[in-house]
Nanobody, 123 residues
């Protein structure tokens, strides 16, 4: 059983930055960040594999988001820079006990999810 708790969402002006955190308990192979824009399906942002530390990024925020993981704190972070109004979404942390690498950018491969944290970017 894996439990995830996100934090760090909020409101920011366009061009600003936010760092999201996800504290995990339990054993998992990878963690990922996904987001759901208003009226849209959930999409991948980035993932990090537990053992290798390898990271993967979806096109959604490539170049503006950085995922990292602190092994000692069992926490994954998503640093988001140069935020745009179209980044407004609910951001979810997810974990997979079965997949690693690029597979962690696929929603269906993630079997544990956090409750989500709202990010609002104003122009």
């Amino acid at each position: 059983q894996v439990q995830l708790a996100e934090s760090g969402g909020g409101s920011v002006q366009a061009g600003g930055s936010l760092r999201l955190s996800c504290v995990a308990t339990g054993d998992y192979v990878c963690m990922g960040w996904f987001r759901q824009l208003p009226g849209k399906e959930r999409e991948a942002v980035a993932s990090v594999s537990t053992w290798s530390g390898g990271t993967n990024y979806a096109d959604s925020m490539k170049g503006r988001a950085t995922i990292s993981r602190d092994k000692d704190k069992d926490t994954a972070y998503l640093q988001m820079n140069n935020l745009r109004p179209e980044d407004t979404a609910v951001y979810y942390c997810a974990a997979s006990t079965n997949y690693a690498g690029l597979y962690c950018l696929t929603e269906q491969n993630m079997n544990y999810w956090g409750q989500g944290t709202q990010v609002t970017v104003s122009s």
